[in-house]
């Protein structure tokens, strides 16, 4: 026997994981707190999904429906897919962690984008494989730097489309020129999970993609315009043979039965996300002009956030910025971890919650 660890020791690249940190919760201050922080939806979950949650509460003896069959037909009804390839997630982040643990092992590479969601190389990681980071330019993921890193040892290519926390979006055009790049053992996830916020001609979720190519799988989530963030659901789209190798791999019982219904009501409620894609449309576009108009730099962002850069003047940094909103009740989201430590990321919140955020941060600036 060899001489082993004093305790056991995790696989090879677990402890290379920094742990994702959430956007805070709390803030310092007495004053009313607006939770800008995470990308949840001002208007909440429609009233039906909320509905057919309390009422999937009455009875719990009951094991969920392990298939999730009901969620999927409505799901398959209302996108005009075919059910037997989409699979349900517990959030999309499950999703995201089973196509690395189905195609990712030790040796293995998997592509993101610089500025790209950081539940991506968490995955990688956490499967063994080696995140490559393709660099972006002005923060927008660039085809070419990925197809320019993809090697034989390449497995998957995680795309967050429109990308958080930039808001930065790729056309679709660039979308096919990406995957018709790649290899065909290479597996694209295009993650759309604020597929619905955006109103752009040149823009496309995937849905066609996934449908049509043997190496495309689309994912989608419940968390964000749905507003159902705390019941963790999300879902995905794909060819028939990837959709076989993740549902051999997740929890038989991975969407518990409240999140199932509520989901299914959610996705019939029509009316109620064009109300959320409204008030996003309208008040993304005053938060943009109102801070441009305070002298900071905002990116153009199509999702339901907004990125703003701050100076480096000590005084006016993020870093700064960011403790003087939250003293105020103003939680905005620090993305340090993501290599912008000069920029905060503010999700579009109520009226309220928007007037708030840019006062306080025209006060911050003027002080
Ligand atoms: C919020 C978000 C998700 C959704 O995660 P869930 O697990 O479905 O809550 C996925 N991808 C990106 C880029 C996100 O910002």
Request: glycine fraction near 10%; charged fraction near 20%.
């Amino acid at each position: 026997m060899q001489p082993q660890s004093t305790h056991p020791q995790p696989r090879p690249g677990i402890l290379d994981i920094a742990p994702y940190v959430p956007g805070k919760a709390m803030s310092t201050g007495g004053a009313k707190l607006h939770k800008l922080s995470s990308n949840e939806s001002p208007l909440g979950a429609s009233p039906k999904a909320l509905a057919a949650y309390r009422e999937a509460g009455v009875d719990l003896e009951r094991y969920p429906d392990g298939s999730s069959a009901l969620l999927r037909a409505a799901i398959a009804e209302v996108h005009g897919l075919n059910a037997d390839r989409i699979i349900c997630g517990n959030g999309s982040d499950e999703i995201l962690e089973l196509v690395a643990r189905c195609y990712i092992g030790p040796g293995d590479e998997a592509i993101y984008s610089e500025y790209g969601f950081l539940v991506y190389k968490i995955a990688i990681l956490a499967a063994g494989g080696t995140p490559v980071v393709a660099p972006e330019r002005n923060l927008t993921t660039d085809v070419d730097a990925i197809l320019e890193r993809v090697t034989d040892r390449t497995k998957v290519v995680f795309l967050a489309n429109p990308n958080n926390p930039t808001g930065t979006y790729l056309p679709f055009d660039e979308v096919k020129r990406l995957q018709a790049g790649l290899p065909p053992h290479v597996l694209l996830v295009l993650d759309a999970a604020y597929a619905e916020y955006v109103r752009r001609n040149d823009y496309e979720a995937g849905v066609e993609l996934a449908a049509t190519a043997p190496n495309v799988v689309m994912t989608r989530t419940f968390s964000k315009i749905h507003g159902l963030a705390a019941l963790r659901l999300g879902w995905g789209y794909g060819p028939a043979h990837v959709i076989d190798a993740l549902n051999r791999v997740r929890g038989p019982f991975n969407i518990n039965t409240a999140a199932q219904a509520a989901g299914i009501a959610s996705i019939r409620d029509a009316s109620f996300l064009d109300l959320a894609i409204a008030h996003n449309e309208k008040w993304r576009g005053w938060v943009t002009e109102e801070i441009t108009a305070l002298g900071l730099t905002v990116t153009p962002s199509v999702g339901n956030f907004v990125l703003i850069h701050f100076p480096e003047t000590p005084g006016k940094t993020a870093a700064e910025a960011d403790s003087y909103l939250s003293a105020r009740g103003c939680v905005l989201r620090a993305v340090g971890a993501y290599g912008l430590p000069g920029a905060l990321r503010m999700s579009i919140g109520d009226e309220e919650a928007n007037r708030a955020t840019v006062g306080i941060l025209k006060e911050y600036l003027s002080a």
